[in-house]
């Protein structure tokens, strides 16, 4: 750590300067050591270089300016939303969200339609972190993406979110064919006390996946609801050993949670 004032500030006045580099490598590398110092004095030098010609420059930029955290900055992130290169899209969307600027929500949403899964993935962890309810119906829509990674990101941006609104989309996302994202529906439906989703666990304990019924027993067992105790015995005789693992856990959480009380 540098320990003269006036040599960080030698530094700082370095990288500016490089930001006007003929070489692009030097304008990305400055770019993104300014947002690492937390330079937020450089962030109109950074609003320019969303414009740079070069793309690694446009992304290092918009990534810099998501670390200084400068709500002002937001509208130009929303622009490079649109940029023609993905990479850039990708980090302006993962900037969006460490700003947690809920006027980001409309754009956001629409970038959860974008061509590039990494877009769509940070789209919706962005949306996640901003925690706006007027995500939720998106967010749901965005269940069906073809891209398994971006359902597990838009089911833990649900998670997030705790509304009943989202409870038919997660027991819905606890039949996805990707485990995580099943998982994660499974945890968040655990902590939501709602009969809506008591009555969708206990149906989906008769589902033929039986990741779905491991998931569905694991999320009883979080509940603690004793309505469930019956359908969790009748679990205990499921064909797969995982199902039944988590019937005699969630039973035993039940039980656990009804001592304490």
Not at 15 to 25: C, D, G, I, Y
Not at 178 to 190: D, E, K, M, Q, T
Not at 204 to 226: C, D, F, I, P, Y
């Amino acid at each position: 750590m540098i320990q003269r004032p006036e040599h960080q500030q030698m530094i700082i006045e370095t990288l500016r300067n490089a930001l006007s580099s003929v070489h692009p490598e030097i304008r990305a590398k400055a770019a993104e050591s300014l947002g690492k110092l937390g330079d937020t004095a450089s962030i109109p030098n950074l609003l320019n270089m969303l414009h740079d010609r070069n793309p690694e420059v446009r992304q290092n930029s918009a990534w810099a300016l998501g670390l200084l955290g400068n709500e002002a900055t937001a509208s130009a992130l929303l622009q490079a939303l649109n940029d023609e290169n993905a990479v850039v899209r990708q980090r302006a969307a993962e900037a969006l969200g460490n700003l947690r600027s809920e006027d980001a929500v409309p754009e956001l949403l629409t970038a959860l339609n974008d061509s590039d899964p990494l877009v769509r993935s940070n789209a919706a962890i962005a949306l996640g972190s901003i925690g706006s309810e007027a995500s939720i119906p998106g967010l749901l829509s965005a269940l069906k993406d073809p891209n398994a990674e971006v359902r597990q990101h838009v089911v833990a941006a649900l998670t997030k979110l705790h509304s009943e609104s989202a409870i038919p989309g997660l027991l819905q996302a606890l039949k996805d064919e990707n485990s995580n994202a099943s998982h994660s529906a499974a945890l968040v439906l655990g902590q939501m006390k709602s009969e809506a989703v008591i009555l969708g666990l206990l149906q989906a304990l008769h589902q033929s996946n039986s990741t779905v019924r491991k998931h569905a027993a694991m999320a009883l067992g979080q509940l603690g609801n004793e309505d469930a105790i019956p359908s969790l015995i009748e679990s205990l005789q499921d064909a797969d050993a995982l199902v039944r693992e988590s019937a005699i856990d969630a039973l035993g959480r039940i039980a656990s949670t009804a001592s304490v009380a």
